[in-house]
């Protein structure tokens, strides 16, 4: 069983920047493949960010790269969403997941765990 806690959202003016952060409480973090997906209020849950838990390969959805960096640190057993250029458009519940497959980063139905999300409000 894999817990995950999410923390660091907040109400931000667009163009600022924010720092997620999501703990797993697991006993081997380094095998787990790790993602950040948000849904904002009427819409359905999008991919944001992946890092694979072998190499650390990165993964963006189009709407956020060059502006979003997604990091671990294995040994605090922690996964980083350093989000930069903060627009409107980045307001919703983001949330941190966990999978055991390498494959299908993208597709939420690949992961097996999910943390409680945090809020992120950006105003214009």
């Known amino acids: 069983q894999v817990q995950l806690v999410e923390s660091g959202g907040g109400l931000m003016q667009a163009g600022g920047s924010l720092r997620l952060s999501c703990a797993a409480s697991?006993?081997?973090?380094?095998?787990?493949?790790m993602g950040w997906f948000r849904q904002a209020p009427g819409k359905e849950r999008e991919f944001v960010a992946a890092?694979?838990?072998?190499?650390?390969?990165?993964y963006y959805a189009d709407s956020v790269k060059g502006r979003f960096t997604i990091s671990r640190d294995n040994a605090k057993k922690t996964v980083y969403l350093q989000m930069n250029s903060l627009k409107p458009e980045d307001t919703a519940v983001y949330y941190c997941?966990?999978?055991?497959?390498?494959?299908?980063?993208?597709?939420?139905?690949?992961?097996?765990?999910w943390g409680q999300g945090t809020q992120v409000t950006v105003s214009s």
């Open positions: 997941a966990a999978r055991w497959s390498g494959s299908d980063y993208y597709r939420s139905g690949a992961y097996n765990y």
């Open positions: 890092i694979s838990g072998s190499d650390s390969t990165t």
């Open positions: 697991v006993r081997t973090f380094s095998i787990y493949h």
